[in-house]
């Protein structure tokens, strides 16, 4: 029927609630979740000595004596790792997921499991010496691949070799002393946009990653939905051309092959040694390569060529994203990843096609908009899971 | 996190249990629900009193004293309808969903809701007068277009003129006097397939259905997904091909004007006439027209003709539902309406198609079946929703 919800337990409403408000109340916290003050009481003692909850003062008066404040603990600390193809984003936060400390450099993560996960526990001892925790509550990974959440291992990777059911879970767990929890790095980014971004508190929504490659997170009643091997949202490799390139692979025609970081990149090096385009003509000459960056950069100086290119990328995207909409009838999506800095252009393409293509009903209310965090939105997912993970297990 | 299930209440999970099983001894009930005993017998006393459940003789001895045996009341009758659009199929089922009568009629659903369901009240109360029942438990109702599933209307439905946000729900609780329920007729179908089909216990899978249009309905975790509008599922307006020929959407080559009921019939009336279609030719003579039953049996009689048909049909919805098993990564695809009479011809390409172009994490385990109920799946599911409604509301 649909009609039976899920209940959370009352320490993991009670913990979430902290973390997104801050300090509260004992009388606004037995308001807000509906509790008998005397069961909330017992169950805000017990999570005040287990170490997640502390006292914060006293709250301004509504009247009658005042109510203190409680607080998620200033000590807890959580890992937020952000993996992908070419890079390590590494932030410790707080239990409000504020960060503490923030790494980012490049990486490679075809050199491996090993030498990743020792360069990610490096960066993560880094931040011990220098002060950001002294213990970790939970760690948060993502990887750019398929992920079996229940295992925390990734599953046949496509653009990771030697990862296959590698325990990161496990390794994570062990080298830290804490619960950890793995997921694809498209999800996580739809984790921390509904967190802390545009998708705040909508609960079903897609969240297009464009970057080397192209993904979908997805959100449906609240929850993120990962299919019966945790591959869903794979749309980079949907066939849009079945006369096109080409793809990595082994398919023509799809999606990333056609619109993708690296496809846009040899589409504007082609534009830029076949004439025609200035803009991407004098980068070529500058650097000897041309990118994503350079269109975006292209376009905004109105170089016709530049911007063909990121319309007719955003036709493809918009054409896909029309049959998800159909099937799916998500009520928001948002586009992040690298190539949504190709802005506004990319983005009025793909309204243009979605809302031309799917139901009326589908989109009389549909928003197509741009990621609010940007590069950060992965960290945050990441941070958001960890927490939950940990709040999970305060019982 | 996904981790927190939905807790069904015991009196639903227990009237369930009695429908898909029928007469259980109270010991296998308490074994099975998890139950202490004495709430068990508390709550079976109180659906005796209610009617919902009575005593069915003595269990076979399992050692010790004898338990006894209970089952849904013989009394239950549920009213199932499944509204298509050229189609009414009605069905009066007791507790265990068995059919006590069943009548199908021709009925053109552009004629508008109340002369619909005036016939179907007339069919309801002529099952009454023939014995099928003295009273309904529920009547549960699909019909062909979008439903708010929370309101029991449809909402813009394309091809059922004056039917949008017509009451359908509460009319057919006024003429009754019980509960009611609406939902999209592929949903239903689905939802059947899942009761008594090749579903049966698969919690993610697509059920496709090919008939004078083109619909999904969709299970995910165990539920049927309608998304944000009650829209979700409508693939049959999916663009397969830009130069494609215009739809009736107002769109052109849309997956249901390449290869549907309509689609088909005309692909295959002009085949008749332009030759190289024996089978076709003649049978186009005899009845002055050709429809998908005869490009059938044309391909069983090896007419070259009917079967590039078929293949082409197949390989056109083959080539969405691979964007789809990408996009959604469900455990079954289930392939039924009027068009799955095309049989094996059409699932071998589907699958052919579907096998080849999605990421093979996903089709490693993937049935692509057909439907077990055929024309019966509709109403079937519109009886285990009327029996879920009435059980809901035994409390």
Same mark, same amino acid.
């Given at each position: 029927?649909?009609?039976?919800?899920?209940?959370?337990?009352?320490?993991?409403?009670?913990?979430?609630?902290?973390?997104?408000?801050?300090?509260?109340? &004992?009388?606004?916290?037995?308001?807000?979740?509906?509790?008998?003050?005397?069961?909330?009481?017992?169950? #805000?003692? &017990?999570?005040?000595? #287990?170490?997640?909850?502390?006292?914060?003062?006293?709250?301004?008066? =509504?009247?009658?004596?005042?109510?203190?404040?409680?607080?998620?603990? *200033?000590?807890?600390?959580?890992?937020?790792?952000?993996?992908?193809?070419?890079?390590?984003?590494?932030? $410790?936060?707080?239990?409000?997921?504020?960060?503490?400390?923030?790494?980012?450099?490049?990486?490679?993560?075809?050199?491996?499991?090993?030498?990743?996960?020792?360069?990610?526990?490096?960066?993560?001892?880094?931040?011990?010496?220098?002060?950001?925790?002294?213990? !970790?509550?939970?760690?948060?990974?993502?990887?750019?691949?398929?992920?079996?959440?229940?295992?925390?291992?990734?599953?046949?990777?496509?653009?990771? *070799?030697?990862?296959?059911?590698?325990?990161?879970?496990?390794?994570?767990?062990?080298?830290?002393?804490?619960?950890?929890?793995?997921?694809?790095?498209?999800?996580?980014?739809?984790?921390?946009?509904?967190?802390?971004?545009?998708?705040?508190?909508?609960?079903?929504?897609?969240?297009?990653?464009?970057?080397?490659?192209?993904?979908?997170? $997805?959100?449906?009643?609240?929850?993120?939905?990962?299919?019966?091997?945790?591959?869903?949202?794979?749309?980079?490799? $949907?066939?849009?051309?079945?006369?096109?390139?080409?793809?990595?692979?082994?398919?023509?025609?799809?999606?990333?092959?056609?619109?993708?970081?690296?496809?846009?990149?040899?589409?504007?090096?082609?534009? %830029?040694?076949?004439?025609?385009? *200035?803009?991407?003509?004098?980068?070529?000459?500058?650097?000897?390569?041309?990118?994503?960056?350079?269109?975006?950069?292209?376009?905004?100086?109105?170089?016709?060529?530049?911007?063909?290119? +990121?319309?007719?990328?955003?036709?493809?995207?918009?054409?896909?994203?029309?049959? !998800?909409?159909?099937?799916?009838?998500?009520?928001? +999506?948002? $586009?992040?990843?690298?190539?949504?800095?190709?802005?506004?252009?990319? #983005?009025?393409?793909?309204?243009?096609?979605?809302? =031309?293509?799917? !139901?009326?009903?589908?989109?009389?209310?549909?928003?197509?908009?741009?990621?609010?965090?940007?590069? &950060? %939105?992965?960290?945050?997912?990441?941070?958001?899971?960890?927490?939950?993970?940990?709040?999970?297990?305060?019982?």
């Amino acid at each position: 029927m649909g009609a039976v919800r899920a209940v959370e337990p009352l320490h993991l409403r009670l913990l979430r609630l902290l973390r997104d408000n801050g300090a509260v109340s &004992r009388a606004e916290l037995a308001d807000r979740l509906e509790m008998p003050r005397p069961r909330l009481l017992a169950e #805000l003692e &017990r999570l005040v000595s #287990l170490g997640y909850v502390a006292e914060a003062g006293l709250a301004a008066s =509504r009247g009658g004596r005042r109510s203190t404040l409680v607080e998620l603990s *200033p000590n807890l600390r959580f890992a937020a790792v952000d993996l992908g193809a070419s890079s390590i984003d590494v932030e $410790i936060v707080n239990g409000r997921l504020e960060p503490v400390v923030a790494y980012a450099e490049p990486a490679d993560i075809r050199s491996g499991p090993k030498g990743t996960l020792l360069r990610v526990n490096e960066l993560l001892h880094k931040a011990k010496v220098d002060g950001a925790y002294e213990r !970790l509550d939970a760690v948060g990974i993502g990887v750019p691949g398929p992920v079996s959440f229940r295992d925390g291992v990734p599953v046949s990777p496509p653009i990771m *070799p030697g990862w296959d059911r590698f325990p990161v879970r496990e390794l994570l767990t062990r080298e830290h002393g804490c619960p950890a929890v793995v997921d694809n790095d498209v999800n996580i980014m739809a984790i921390g946009e509904r967190h802390g971004g545009v998708a705040h508190s909508v609960d079903d929504f897609l969240f297009v990653k464009i970057g080397t490659g192209v993904g979908c997170g $997805i959100y449906l009643g609240g929850e993120v939905y990962r299919g019966t091997d945790g591959c869903a949202g794979d749309i980079g490799h $949907i066939q849009v051309d079945s006369h096109g390139p080409m793809c990595s692979c082994g398919n023509v025609g799809c999606l990333e092959a056609l619109f993708s970081g690296a496809a846009i990149a040899k589409d504007a090096t082609a534009a %830029a040694r076949a004439g025609g385009s *200035p803009a991407l003509a004098e980068r070529l000459a500058a650097n000897g390569s041309v990118t994503a960056v350079d269109v975006a950069e292209g376009a905004i100086e109105g170089d016709v060529v530049c911007i063909r290119l +990121i319309r007719d990328g955003g036709r493809r995207v918009g054409g896909v994203l029309a049959g !998800l909409v159909s099937f799916a009838n998500p009520s928001m +999506i948002v $586009i992040g990843g690298g190539l949504a800095q190709l802005g506004h252009i990319l #983005l009025a393409e793909i309204r243009s096609v979605v809302y =031309r293509r799917s !139901l009326p009903l589908a989109t009389g209310n549909l928003p197509v908009v741009l990621s609010e965090l940007g590069s &950060r %939105a992965g960290v945050t997912g990441a941070a958001v899971l960890a927490s939950d993970m940990a709040f999970m297990e305060a019982s």
